[in-house]
Structures are given as C-alpha cells and as structure tokens.
C-alpha cells in the first residue's frame, strides 16, 4: 500500500479548544466525551492496553479535561486520537494523488508547514510519536505563501493541482489545513 497524506481540513481554534485547557468554549466534558468516544474504536486493537498503552477513552480524557501527555512519553496513541476527534469535527479531503506517495519531504522544506502544532499560539504541548503519524498543520493565513512554495516544488502536477484544491476548499471554509503523513 506505501505512505501518503491524508489531509483534512479543520479550524485550529476549534481543535485547540477541544485539546486545550478547559474553558468555557469546550462545552461539557459529557457532551464531548459521548459525540467523540464512538469515534476511537478500533485504536485500543490497533495499540494494546497489554502492551502498555493507555486506552484511547483515557487519552481523550485526558484532552477533555485540559490535560497535556507527557512530553517525554511515546505519543503515537495520542497523535491518533487527534485525528480521530479531527475526523469527528473537520472534513477530510480528497487525497487520490498523495496516497501512495512520497512527495511529503516537500513539507518539511517550508516554515509555514507546522510540525505536530495543534493551536496557533504553540501553547498545547503533546509528546512526539515513536514513527508515525507525521502531522502538519498549515493556517490559513499562510496559505498563499504554501501555494507559491508547492507551486515551485519538484512535484506531479497532479500533486500540485491537488494541493490548490485543498486550499481553496479550507479557505471557502475559513478552516486550516491539517496533514497526517503515514
């Protein structure tokens, strides 16, 4: 099958809200546990509690209630979690021309492609995977300086194309851009 992008496209304020410390945009812990919990099934077969992995409920906990994992702890689970939720309250893109594919270097290469960033402000820390999940989050503010720099990269046209098309959909949106590389 090989490695590609699944891109989604969500409003990182609204994410952060959900991931962030507890305020009153979150809405009651009930109400977003019981619209997210269906959404994480699968996870716990995927990464084992035997083997030592926290159950997903418990991470999504942990993100309803404000908390932040442990920076110095694995968080692939985490990470996958994220895109549960992101798949819960964003929509995901069509990704045909990036899924296979190995062009994701290109995203490293530009400032405006944040790496494993859920806010816009920087403020939540959540640890790093083992591997993978990669994850890239691109606002909306950047987007023409993305365009510009993907336009110019060494890439299919049809990858090219396909990426504006991102664009202009989370832009008609007033949503931002988030990459999952796996």
Not at 1 to 13: E, I, N, S
Not at 91 to 119: C, G, Q, R, T
Not at 127 to 134: C, T
Request: proline share 4%; hydrophobic share 40%.
């Amino acid at each position: 099958m090989g490695y590609g992008v699944v891109p989604f496209r969500m409003d990182l304020d609204l994410l952060s809200s959900i991931l962030g410390p507890k305020n009153a945009k979150k809405g009651s812990y009930e109400v977003m546990f019981g619209i997210l919990k269906s959404s994480l099934a699968g996870l716990d077969d995927q990464f084992e509690i035997e083997d030592g992995w926290l159950p997903a409920t418990d991470i999504l906990s942990l993100f309803l209630n404000g908390g932040t994992p442990q920076i110095a702890g694995n968080c692939t689970k985490h990470w996958y979690v994220i895109e549960r939720i992101i798949q819960v309250f964003g929509v995901k893109l069509n990704n045909n021309n990036w899924y296979p594919s190995d062009a994701v270097d290109v995203f490293y290469d530009y400032d405006e492609f944040k790496i494993y960033k859920v806010d816009r402000e920087g403020e939540i820390k959540i640890g790093l995977p083992d591997d993978f999940p990669i994850v890239f989050s691109l606002e909306r503010k950047d987007f023409s300086k993305a365009l510009k720099n993907i336009g110019s990269c060494d890439i299919s046209v049809d990858q090219k194309m396909q990426f504006e098309s991102w664009i202009a959909d989370s832009d008609k949106a007033n949503n931002d851009l988030i990459l999952y590389y796996y």
